[in-house]
């Protein structure tokens, strides 16, 4: 199995920045792309940044040049560089890879169990 471990959510003042990581471990062969998502009380969960493994990145329009996805592959680690928080952007936010556990295996989403990321004065 694969378990994806987040850290760095927190209260933040709006116009804040704030800094999640996650890291992948276990039994992973491979791991494509890895991502962030978000949802906020009442709400549907959303895309927020993912990025490929060789890098490529896509995002909400709602952050982009805000937010910044990035990884590292030796480490199996995704991180959301977040900067201008805005109040709209509280939320849980989760990690999302799409891994798989064998050379013939498939790719599977596997989810953290979330962070809470809430700004407010």
């Known amino acids: 199995q694969v378990q994806l471990v987040e850290s760095g959510g927190g209260l933040v003042q709006p116009g804040g920045s704030l800094r999640l990581s996650c890291a992948a471990s276990?039994?992973?062969?491979?791991?494509?792309?890895m991502g962030w998502y978000r949802q906020a009380p009442g709400k549907q969960r959303e895309l927020v940044g993912a990025?490929?493994?060789?890098?490529?990145?896509n995002y909400a329009d709602s952050v982009k040049g805000r937010f910044t996805v990035s990884r590292d592959n030796a480490k199996n680690t995704v991180y959301l560089q977040m900067s201008s928080l805005k109040p709209e952007d509280t939320a849980v936010y989760y990690c999302?890879?799409?891994?798989?556990?064998?050379?013939?295996?498939?790719?599977?989403?596997?989810w953290g169990q979330g962070t809470q990321v809430t700004v407010s004065s």
């Open positions: 990025i490929t493994r060789s890098g490529s990145t």
């Open positions: 999302n890879a799409a891994g798989k556990l064998s050379f013939y295996g498939a790719f599977r989403d596997y």
């Open positions: 276990g039994m992973i062969f491979d791991i494509n792309t």
